[in-house]
């Protein structure tokens, strides 16, 4: 999150920032004026992502994923797990509480410094972000044309930590904060898992988790929320390694075991942002970002962020990289009185491990994977919108139709393969069988979803145990053997 001392430059209020559509969207819609529009009423009409509590009116910031957000969100989340934990044996995995002690809070630093500068119009007391130009011309825009001039209060400090209270006795009832960050739960649990998992420098923990946020101005969908998951790992290594070997990408893990941080900070970037090209995203539509020094968050010695050129204003915030330093290690044996630190066999002394972090947002992945895999193709009836979405980050990965739903032998036999699918392949899961409409709207409605196969069972099917099974981007279809159809889909897969 892009952080900014109050004392924000006011001047610094007044530039234009006008919201865009980037020109690379045009190639690929079509002529649509606002792909967020289309992305966010595909995503309702099809049942990806809902507001949050919408028959009472909803509640600002707060999202629910629906049958096929649910399935998409998992798989980004299967697939930062496989990546990053079960690829790697230099990793493990936690699942803190949300709820924590207030002291880690303080501890951390984050009830003093997790701020954002907010700005009050004085004339309609609405509250931005003082350092988010473009909210604040938009309502400038809005007081002007009514012919007012709007003034702004002087930038403040707002807190972003969420309150809750715990407790059953009212009385009693204990003020604790909703985690701003998952980060936390792995600080105050590295004693335990050294203790537990005899691990050595360099390792590290990943965690997957909810994050709240009194996020002043919530807004562009999913991408301001005040509640979200992030997906992180806190890498810990040692500051005192050897500087005699700076070989980055070297996969030499005893080469890699003398790495500075630095070293590391420029490994896991590069990791990181292969992660999002590997599933799909391409590569011209994400860059690194480095933080200026005023814009750091208080933990980090150093920040940049993967950035994606989004349609709502340009390249915007997917995942921070961050050097932590002992930030959290030093801090939380200062205030619990822990020695939380690792005793180095070889040099014989106690070191407090430096955090490399790389804090993803599962929300941000799934909006910005979905931009990026929507198009508009063709023309008049040719004409289809849909997600090319990577097969495994898919939804839905394989549809089984009979060409015709009346006709009951096609209708059995679409249904046996369907149940043979679903019983076989076991990482193909979920697959759906559909019967409604014609042929070529059942097409369109994968395509809309990101179906990468449709398998149609036709009176060929009945005479030689042959299916077609239908591409999703080219739109070709090939004849396979009922018996390979698995194996076939396995391998395309991949
Ligand atoms: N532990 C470090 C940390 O939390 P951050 O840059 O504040 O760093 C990390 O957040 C990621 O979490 C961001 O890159 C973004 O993807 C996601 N994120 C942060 N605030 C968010 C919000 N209000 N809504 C959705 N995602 C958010």
Known sequence: MKRVSAAVDSSKLAVSCMPFISSRFSDRVGNM?????????????????????????GLAGMWDYGPLGVELKNNIKREFWKTMVYGRDDTVGLDAAILMNPKVWEASGHTDAFTDPLVECKKCHTRVRADHEDEIKAHEEIHKKKKEKVEWTEPRKF??????????????????????????????????????????????????????????????????????????????????????????????????????????????????????????????????????????????KAAWDIEYDSPFGGWKELEGIHNRGDWDLSRHSKFSGERLAYFDDETREWVTPWVI??????????????????????????????????????????????????????????????????????????????????????????????????????????????????????MEQERVRNEELNSFLQKSFV
């Not at 792995?186 to 996020?215: C, M, T, Y």
């Not at 069972?457 to 591409?471: F, K, S």
């Open 33 to 57: 004026e606002d792909i967020m529009e289309k992305i966010i009423s595909l995503a309702k009409r099809r049942g990806f992502i809902f507001p949050g509590s919408e028959i009472y009116g």
């Open 159 to 300: 807190n972003l930590l969420v309150e809750a209270k715990l407790g059953a006795v009212e009385e009693g009832k204990l003020s604790v904060y909703l985690r701003g960050e998952i980060t936390q739960g792995v600080h105050v649990n590295f004693k335990n898992i050294l203790d537990s998992s005899w691990r050595k420098l360099p390792f590290g923990i990943a965690q997957i988790g909810k994050a709240f946020r009194n996020e002043i101005t919530p807004g562009n969908f999913t991408f301001r929320s005040r509640e979200f998951e992030q997906m992180e790992l806190q890498w810990f290594c040692s500051p005192l390694a050897s500087r005699t070997v700076r070989t980055h990408g070297d996969s030499n893990a005893d080469l890699r075991g003398k790495w500075m941080p630095d070293d590391w900070f420029g490994y896991w970037k590069e990791e990181r942002i292969k992660w999002y090209i590997s599933l799909g995203m391409e590569k011209s539509h994400v860059r690194f970002r480095k933080h200026e020094e005023d814009e750091k968050a208080h933990y980090a």
């Open 357 to 474: 972090e790389t804090s993803g947002g599962v929300d941000r992945a799934a909006l910005f994977f979905l931009i990026d895999a929507y198009r508009e193709e063709g023309e008049g009836k040719e004409k289809r919108t849909v997600l090319k979405l990577h097969p495994k980050l898919a939804p839905i990965k394989v549809a089984v139709f009979p060409l015709l739903a009346n006709k009951p032998q096609l209708v059995e036999k679409a249904r046996e393969v369907y149940k043979n699918l679903q019983t076989t392949s076991y990482n193909l899961q979920p697959i759906v069988f559909d019967d409604i409409g014609n042929i070529g709207k059942r097409y369109r409605r994968q395509d809309e979803i990101g179906t990468p196969w449709c398998v149609t069972i036709d009176h060929q099917t009945l005479e030689d145990d042959t299916v077609t099974v239908r591409d999703r981007d080219t």
